[in-house]
Every structure is written in structure tokens, then in C-alpha cells.
């Protein structure tokens, strides 16, 4: 079968890279044998499968928008590696096939009327088998862009759970939302169109134990309050853990492959009444490689 696809009039127009191409070429190939089934079981090797996994993933199921709020989920596969290091292709596609039915389960569970994933991270480390355990991090859209605002003397948030505003619990949003939207701006200093992300990592979980002042956490007997001068505080920091490198002060977790931007960060806030009193935040970045390629029929 030709996996040649033709481009239309407008897509041969596009400023298409030769590697952007060369990747799209990749994946059309690959697509195609999932759809059709590879001869006699092709085997490719175990990093090629999850960078296959992975990339089509981000190409074929992510949106490339713009974003208010995100909720990550978490799965976890198994990939079985014959004595040479090698996957067949077969596995391959039928893993690919419960990572899309696993997303259609996971936006269904959100009531809204605008959800999408975002990006995806999918990592793996050997079992004792000797197959892989790859774990998939998405990050899922559940608002449509908003007007950001900064951050004013009237900005005093509860600190997360949709508790509302210090003085009024009855709005609908939170310090963590507030928090999270800003540093989720997507006003995002790329200077080419792209309309796919490749290359995923995240920052896994960044808590305040680690970093003490710099994330939100508090001990008190009822949901705390964060004044406009907390929170201006906590951006500043949330800026520096997305956009400064390990070794910078202070530390981020920017990696230092070239190529790569931010992509988005979710924020994560504990229990209303947790039974040991302490509130507090969590964060997880992603980065990628934006990429601009033909679409994947």
C-alpha cells in the first residue's frame, strides 16, 4: 500500500521543515500499520516503540489550543520484550489502542462542554519480567481560554477546592485556579505556527516539602485564605520552577535539550479537610518540542 499520503494545494503551501517532514513521513507509515496490521508480526525496538507510543499519541489526540484550567490523569501499560529488546508491532498498536479508549473514559468523567488533552508523557522503567511498564501522564483541558488579570489588592483566594474568594466562598474559582491560569497564559514565545507537540517530559510531583516558601502550605483548622501578596509571590515562584534550569537560582526544572518550550503545568490542591490540618499545593510541568506537520489521516 502507498503510505505516500498526497498533500493538498494549501498543505504543500506550508512551511513544512525537511525534519518536520521527515517525522510526519515516520508516523504515517506507522499509523498505517496499525490500521492494517504489519507482516508476519514486525518487531521494532523497545525505544522506538515508545517513542512511536508516545509521538503519535501527542499528534493524533492532543489539541494544540489555548487552555484555562488542567487536571492530569495517570495510566500505566505493560509492553512485552522478547529476548533481543525488541516489541512486535502488533503489541504495539493494541497498547496505542487502550491509551485512546483510556483518554475517551478519562473525558468523559469531566462534566464539561470543553475538554481535550493537552499533552501526554509517557515514561517507562523495566519490570522484573524483563517487559517494560511504560506510565502515561495526559494533561486534560476542562475550560476554554479566559482574559487573564493580574493579580490585584482584591485577589484573596481560599486556597483551592472551587472554595471561593476570602470574603465571598460562593465564587467559582479558587487560589489555586488563580494561580494556575496565569502560569497557564498561552501567550507563548514561539516564533513558528506548530500544531503538535513531540518530545515529552514532566517535572513530576514538585511539593512544598521539597521546596519550603516557594509553593503554597499552611497548617490551620479550616480552609486557609491567600492574600493578593501571597499569591504574587507564588506566580513569581511558579514562573521561576517553569522557566529556570536546575542549576539556576532559583532552581527550575526547564530541561536543557535544546528545542524544547513549555507547554502547560497543572496544579493540584489536597482535601478541604484534611485530618491532619496542613494545606498545600502541587504542581507538575510539561515540556515538548512544538512541531508544525502535516495531518494524519
Known amino acids: 500500500k502507498d503510505t505516500n499520503q498526497q498533500l493538498t494545494s494549501n498543505e504543500k503551501n506550508s512551511e513544512y521543515t525537511p525534519e518536520a517532514l521527515a517525522i510526519w ?59 533481543d529488546g525488541l516489541v512486535g508491532m502488533d503489541e504495539v498498536t493494541s497498547v496505542y489502542s487502550q491509551m485512546v479508549l483510556d483518554l475517551e473514559t478519562e473525558l468523559d468523567q469531566i462534566n464539561s ?62 487560589a489555586g485556579i488563580q494561580l494556575s491560569t ?10 513558528f505556527p506548530h500544531n503538535s507537540w513531540i518530545n515529552i517530559v514532566n517535572s ?32 513569581e515562584q511558579g514562573y521561576y520552577f517553569i522557566y529556570n534550569h536546575e542549576n539556576e537560582t532559583p532552581s527550575g526544572f526547564f530541561p536543557t535539550t535544546d528545542d524544547m518550550y513549555f507547554q502547560s503545568m497543572t496544579l493540584w490542591t489536597n482535601n478541604p479537610n484534611p485530618p491532619d490540618g496542613k494545606y498545600w499545593h502541587k504542581y507538575i510541568i510539561f515540556y515538548g518540542t512544538p512541531i508544525y506537520i502535516p495531518p494524519i489521516e
Not at 182 to 191: A, K, S, T, V
Not at 210 to 218: A, I, T, V
Not at 222 to 232: H, V
Open 113 to 174: 462542554d470543553f475538554k481535550y488533552l493537552i499533552i501526554a508523557d509517557l515514561g517507562s522503567q523495566a519490570a522484573r519480567d524483563g517487559n517494560l511498564t511504560l506510565e502515561l501522564t495526559g494533561s486534560i483541558s476542562r475550560n476554554p481560554l479566559q482574559l487573564y488579570d493580574p493579580i490585584t489588592e482584591d485577589d484573596n483566594w481560599r486556597y483551592g477546592n472551587m472554595l471561593g474568594e476570602c470574603v465571598n466562598p460562593h465564587t467559582w474559582s479558587d
Open 204 to 235: 513530576g510531583n514538585i511539593e512544598p516539602s521539597s521546596f519550603p516558601s516557594r509553593l503554597f502550605s499552611e497548617t490551620a483548622s479550616s480552609p486557609p485564605c491567600l492574600e493578593y501578596t501571597e499569591l504574587r509571590n507564588y506566580l
Open 182 to 191: 496565569r502560569m497557564n497564559d498561552p501567550h507563548i514565545e514561539i516564533q
Open 25 to 83: 513521513h515516520k508516523l504515517v507509515i506507522f499509523n498505517e500499520k496499525m490500521k492494517t496490521g504489519s507482516r508476519d508480526n514486525e518487531v521494532i525496538s523497545a525505544d522506538s516503540a515508545i517513542w512511536y507510543l508516545e509521538t503519535m499519541f501527542n499528534v493524533q489526540q492532543a489539541t494544540d489550543t489555548t487552555f484555562g484550567n488542567t487536571v492530569c490523569y495517570k495510566k500505566n501499560y505493560s509492553l512485552e520484550v522478547d529476548e
